[in-house]
């Protein structure tokens, strides 16, 4: 609880510190308005105008031209689709995934300070470097994954996974889980650790079996850290870039709205469409993000206070 | 013989688990140490090792550059970003002043944005002042992902410190700008260093603005330039040196995490979980 709230009347003294905080406030306010508000808000207003990427001052208004465009776009829905699919698909899987390393690491055992270091690996892995290792244990000439599979007898010739349109999003998503279960895993490990051991006693003295235990009391504990780290997660992926950029290029079967967007703005220098698909996928976060807000109560402004 | 079966399933999922996030930095580490037609058989282990590809980086390209300017630009982004978030840390942990909860929470929308969504408008902003292509700029745009970042960490932690000291100062006639930075900032100094060591490690992983706002291979940071590694023919990536470099720009920073690792996701947590 904040506990030096200003008295009714404020003294001189409360008021010069409203006044130096404001001071100390103000010059990150002023960087972050030219570097974030300043941006958006040119972005959404290029979206409207036939900007090209050589000159965009002198844009002019063309209204919701740009919107017909992407709307008529087969390639953009593919993108939105794309989108949506890794998003849904990598959370879900990372979620399950995580929490099972993360029950694996809460239980006591000699040498558990290196798994979890070893866990953390992937996570200080930039993604442009995971990416490419990926995309060479995926080679479809010399990879290592094809020659393990063909070794083992469980496919018959090399798979071309980066390439192949069916497989390539789903290359994708590997890499994905491989990189970012772990940030996934240690913060739901930390809530693990909260949690408080009577409840666990009381379970063992009743024998109740720990399946049930798990559903009934460990889940409920965690949710809260775990809706967080799902809600942080859905954001991260949907507007990935980096892995797809690198992984597949420019491919349609895997284009992300972000590779999208960026595609019309810097490869083909539209700055009109591309800006239009970077609005709607601003709104697309937003959405996302003031209905989680809701849906989980999750009570921002308690860090506030 | 129950507790054994249950103790060696254990191991072997704890196995599992570290084989499964280790094993392809391994495999990056025994390639990088290949060279020629070794590059085209798989090993599990290094067969006739060299380092020729490490020396190859260096030579065929401007890499030795492209991580200084790495460093450059992100030991310029934790140092702007950590001295603006301190002092607006203080405000926002310390002074209950009006439109605080709404200034909170405008930040944390900042750390939503999709950066895509300003790249057009920061395309022209960097453009327009004339920092296109250079690492000054590169360090500005990065301000978008560690100023909310930051902040709120930094607030997080600044509002468990004790008020009797900021009140002993006050008593003494300290002002604001004094008990930041003798009274707060020595004490500070651990969460300065976490949050400072994830700002760093996210400014140097950064590839989009790099990409788009960087022209020449001089100017170039190192996730850029490892991902446009070429060879001499257009079909052929040279895998040999893309993984030599890949392990150099790695190396350091699971350096950093092992060491830190406490810390990390400590600051994770604060950042994270209170949000």
Known sequence: MWSSEPPAAASPLTRARVRAAWAFVT????????????????????????????????????????????????????????????????????????????????????????????????????????????????????????DALLGLGLIAEPVAWTADPDLALWAVIAVDVWKTTPFMALLLLAALQMRP????????????????????????????????????????ALRVFDLIYVLTSNSEATMSMSVYARQQLIDFQDAGVGSAA???????????????????????????? | MRRTAARLGLWLLVAAIVVFAVFPFYYAVVTSLKTGSGLFRVDYWPIDATLANYLAVFREQPFGRN????????????????????????????????????????????????????????????????????????????????????????????????????????????????????????????????????????????????LTFTLSNEQRTVPVAIALMSGASRHELPWGNIMAASVIVTVPLIALVLVFQRRIVAGLAAGAVKG
Not at chain 1, 288 to 301: E, N, P, Q, S
Not at chain 2, 112 to 122: C, E, I, Y
Not at chain 2, 134 to 153: D, H, K, N, Q
Request: net charge neutral; hydrophobic share 60%.
């Open chain 2, 67 to 210: 991580i200084l300017n790495s460093m450059g630009v992100a030991a310029l982004t934790v140092a702007v970003s950590l001295a603006l978030a301190l002092a607006a840390a203080y405000a926002c942990a310390r002074v209950a002043f009006r439109g605080r909860g709404l200034l909170l929470m405008s930040i944390l929308s900042v750390s939503m944005f999709p950066q895509v969504a300003v790249l057009s408008g920061m395309f022209e902003l960097i453009r327009g002042l004339g920092l296109y292509n250079s690492l000054p700029g590169l360090a500005l745009s990065y301000m978008i992902f560690t100023l909310p970042f930051t902040v709120w960490v930094l607030t997080t932690f600044m509002r468990e410190l004790p008020k009797e000291l900021e009140e002993a100062a006050i008593v003494d006639g300290a002002g604001p700008w004094t008990v930041v930075t003798r009274v707060f900032l020595p004490l500070l100094a651990p969460a300065l260093a976490a949050t400072g060591l994830l700002a760093f490690i996210a400014a140097w992983n950064e590839f989009l603005f790099a």
């Open chain 1, 197 to 236: 051991r009577e409840c666990y006693e009381a379970a063992r003295v009743d024998g109740i079996h720990p399946v049930v235990v798990f559903f009934r009391v460990t889940l409920p504990l965690i949710r809260p850290a775990l809706v967080v780290a799902v809600v942080f997660r859905a954001l991260d």
């Open chain 1, 27 to 146: 010059p990150m306010l002023a960087v972050l308005a030219l570097v974030a508000g300043w941006p958006l808000l040119r972005t959404v207003w290029l979206g409207f105008t036939d900007a090209e990427l050589a000159g965009m001052g002198d844009a002019t208004w063309v209204g919701l031209d740009n919107y017909r465009i992407l709307v008529g776009d087969g390639t953009w829905w593919r993108a939105v689709g794309n989108t949506v699919w890794f998003t849904v698909v990598s959370v879900a899987l990372e979620t399950v995934l995580g929490l099972a390393i993360a029950l694996v690491l809460a239980a006591p055992f000699p040498g558990r300070g290196l798994a979890r270091a070893a866990v953390l690996v992937p996570w200080a892995i930039p993604t442009i470097v995971s990416a490419k290792m990926w995309g060479w244990m995926l080679h479809d000439q010399f990879g290592l994954i094809n």
């Open chain 1, 278 to 305: 970077a609005t709607l996928l601003f709104l697309v976060v937003a959405v996302f993000t003031v209905i989680t807000i809701m849906a989980g109560r999750l009570d921002i402004t308690e860090g506030a206070r």
